[in-house]
């Protein structure tokens, strides 16, 4: 779902949308073969022959308990810290970690409720996965899929709604302004109780470029056979690789109603959009750009009843073919690493599996064991990994294989912070010239004591612009 910011004075982190129904048209009917069409609350469908899953989640668990924290991240409030204000949309809703706004009701699926409290506010709630890695494998193709139930209300007590199952690239995670250049493919929208999907293609600049911002390039089209709001569907995108040129796909049920292709953007624009991971999103907002467009007013209304909610059987990432690499993330890692999201923090954590990051790159490394590292870290560069998991016995240690080509008189400090990347330094050591940029060694340093699930950061600060490290990988240890 996303929309950029509605002030045109500050680059958007999410689009408003200025949709005449009329003017999205379907695409030429394309059907595809679903692996199967379960009833809700079943399991995640195997994927279809050809096919590998990647990623999933099923929402099995007991009615009341929220979904997994090992798989999902909550956004809380009204926006990322230090993003745009009502999550660059306009909407209103505050999203919350409430049960009563997000939970598994206990059959197989996930709801998410907006509600409104006596005095007029609204809550509802945002989630997306941990993982940020999800991307089409050079020569083969990925897909990000969904069977859902959007929010069953429909004319003005549904005025207001905007649920959504949406990607967006993973650069966005602590930068918070540089949409739309990373790419967001929104897979499932709807506002306002229309029997109609929304499949868009943001990219490039806002306003205008060529991605036509803030609007995007879109397509809607009613549910087959019964409304969207009345019943289940499968809402499909895939991003394939293994055509020239490239495609971006959309699909309900089966039904093909949307694609773009790469020979419509520049290189520049593609690249910036496509060489890099993403991750899904789910959510239901209240009001905002969208909405208000096609209401052609204020949302939501006096009329707009509170607690319909979206609900989703299960969300499938799958892979099809492929195996030449994608251009952030290696293929050829060491089989010691732990998952790019979520493992122990006593593992050996591949530096180049990160989950966001600003500043540096990846490139082959030469360092036993093979695969990639990151490199070109200098001040103010970051990069952060999901789901690092301390235990309960407190790790002591940090320790990383760095190397340095740095210029006489350049160095820095390698620094570790959890959960911001502005959040107290728990334990740092300093690295300059090591003979080169393929010179490894392994550096420890004692970290303040840690337990717990955290978002690790390597931060990197030095008083000279020069970049000064490389890093291929690290771990902790609690003594």
Do not use: K
């Not at 069409?37 to 099923?58: I, L, M, R, Y």
């Not at 409720?113 to 941990?130: C, F, K, Q, V």
């Not at 319909?308 to 969300?315: G, I, L, Q």
């Not at 300093?430 to 690790?456: E, F, I, L």
């Amino acid at each position: 779902m996303s929309a950029a910011q509605i002030s045109t004075t500050t680059p958007p982190a999410r689009r408003s949308r200025r949709w005449a129904l009329a003017a999205a048209t379907a695409a030429a009917a394309v059907v595809v073969p679903l692996a199967l069409f379960a009833p809700a609350g079943a399991s995640v469908p195997p994927p279809a022959p050809g096919w590998t899953q990647v990623w999933a989640d099923d929402f099995n668990g007991p009615a009341g308990s929220l979904p997994s924290g090992n798989n999902w991240i909550f956004d809380l409030g009204h926006g990322y810290p230090g993003g745009p204000a009502n999550w660059g949309t306009g909407e209103i809703a505050a999203h919350t970690n409430n049960p009563a706004n997000i939970s598994l009701d206990g059959g197989g699926n996930l709801r998410i409720t907006p509600l409104r409290d006596g005095a007029g506010n609204w809550t509802s709630a945002r989630i997306e996965t941990h993982r940020g890695d999800f991307q089409a494998p050079a020569g083969g193709v990925l897909a990000i899929e969904s069977r859902l139930q959007m929010p069953n209300v429909t004319g003005q007590a549904a005025i207001g709604y905007w649920p959504a199952f949406w990607a967006l690239g993973t650069p966005y995670r602590g930068n918070y302004w540089n949409w739309p250049g990373i790419g967001e493919f929104d897979i499932m929208e709807n506002v306002n109780g229309i029997n109609s999907v929304w499949g868009v293609l943001h990219c490039g600049v806002n306003p205008g470029g060529p991605c036509n911002e803030t609007t995007g390039i879109g397509a809607n089209r009613p549910c087959p056979g019964a409304s969207c709001q009345s019943a289940f569907h499968t809402y499909r995108f895939e991003w394939d690789r293994s055509v020239s040129p490239n495609q971006l796909r959309w699909y309900v049920d089966g039904q093909q109603f949307h694609s773009v292709s790469q020979d419509r953007f520049d290189a520049a624009t593609w690249a910036n959009m496509t060489n890099h991971g993403y991750f899904v999103i789910l959510n239901v907002a209240i009001g905002g750009a969208f909405p208000n467009a096609l209401h052609g007013g204020v949302t939501p209304v006096a009329a707009t009843v509170p607690g319909r909610p979206m609900v989703v059987d299960y969300v499938s990432v799958q892979q099809r073919g492929g195996g030449g690499g994608n251009p952030t993330t290696s293929t050829t890692t060491s089989t010691t690493g732990p998952p790019p999201a979520g493992g122990s923090a006593y593992s050996r954590w591949e530096a180049e599996r990160f989950a966001a990051q600003s500043g540096v790159i990846t490139e082959s490394t030469s360092d036993s064991g093979g695969g990639q590292n990151i490199g070109g870290a200098g001040n103010g560069d970051w990069v952060q990994y999901r789901g690092v998991d301390f235990g309960g016995s407190g790790a002591r240690q940090f320790q990383a294989r760095v190397a340095s080509g740095a210029g006489g008189g350049v160095s820095g400090l390698v620094e570790v912070r959890l959960d911001s990347r502005s959040g107290p330094v728990i334990g740092s050591f300093a690295v300059g010239n090591t003979g080169g940029w393929q010179s490894w060694r392994t550096v420890p340093a004692n970290v303040t004591a840690t337990t717990g699930v955290h978002d690790v950061y390597l931060t990197f600060a030095s008083g000279q612009p020069a970049d000064f490290v490389n890093v291929n990988w690290f771990t902790f240890a609690t003594s």
